[in-house]
Each structure stands twice: as C-alpha cells, then as structure tokens.
C-alpha cells in the first residue's frame, strides 16, 4: 500500500495548485482520504476529507478556496487550491483513514497509511 502526494511547488498569494494523491496497492473508491498540513514550528492539523461516498469536509480556514476530489478510475484523490494565502504554507500530506473508524475526520491516530508529503509555499 502506497500514497504518493506530488504537485506542490511555489506560488504567490492568490495563486492556485493542484495537488495530486496517487493510490496504489488498494482501491481507492474503498476508503475515506484526508489532507492535512504542517507549518513550520506548528502541529499537523486536517485540511480536507472526502469519505467513499464522495461527501466532503473542510477546515474552516480553507473553506470556499479549496476543494477535494476524487478520481476513482485514475486512484487518485485532488486538492484544488486557489486564493492561496501565504498562511497555506506547509507540507502537505494525504492519508488514508481506517475503514473501521467513523466520526471526526481530522484524528490523525484514524489513519493508517501517510503519503510523503509534498511543500507548498505561498510568497511573493
């Protein structure tokens, strides 16, 4: 079981990126996947969900800039990120959540496997 994060890079304020978390090993269309982020010198906290069923969530920090989807033919799950904030920097990791775990999505103990994170930096 594998997740690979890519699409990060370096992008002004009110920038976009599409961020990319590319499954193998597992179905995809099976499991509920999240991004979260970590700053510098702060704790990881959850940015996104979206469950088997398609359903989303968002942190409120991040609500109405981005959006995640899921593209199950391709076992691959998206963020799109726009409006980006210096304040979005961070590496960013996708993670796959338990198939037994239900409630919060933003525990991080729910996830069994992490991708390797990929650097998003918003400056001018």
């Known amino acids: 079981v594998q997740l690979q994060a890519s699409g990060g890079g370096l992008v002004q304020p009110g920038g976009s990126l599409r961020l990319s978390c590319a499954a193998s090993g597992f179905t995809l269309d099976d499991h509920d996947i999240a991004w979260f982020r970590q700053a510098p010198g702060k704790e990881r906290e959850g940015v996104s969900f979206?469950?088997?069923?398609?359903?989303?969530y968002y942190a409120d920090s991040v609500k109405g800039r981005f959006t995640i989807s899921r593209d199950n033919a391709k076992n691959t799950v998206y963020l799109q990120m726009n409006s980006l904030k210096p304040e979005d920097t961070a590496v960013y990791y996708c993670?796959?959540?338990?198939?037994?775990?239900?409630?919060?999505?933003?525990?991080?103990?729910?996830?069994?496997?992490w991708g390797q994170g990929t650097q998003v930096t918003v400056s001018s």
């Open positions: 979206i469950n088997s069923n398609g359903r989303t």
């Open positions: 993670a796959r959540r338990l198939r037994t775990v239900v409630g919060s999505w933003t525990r991080e103990w729910a996830y069994d496997y």
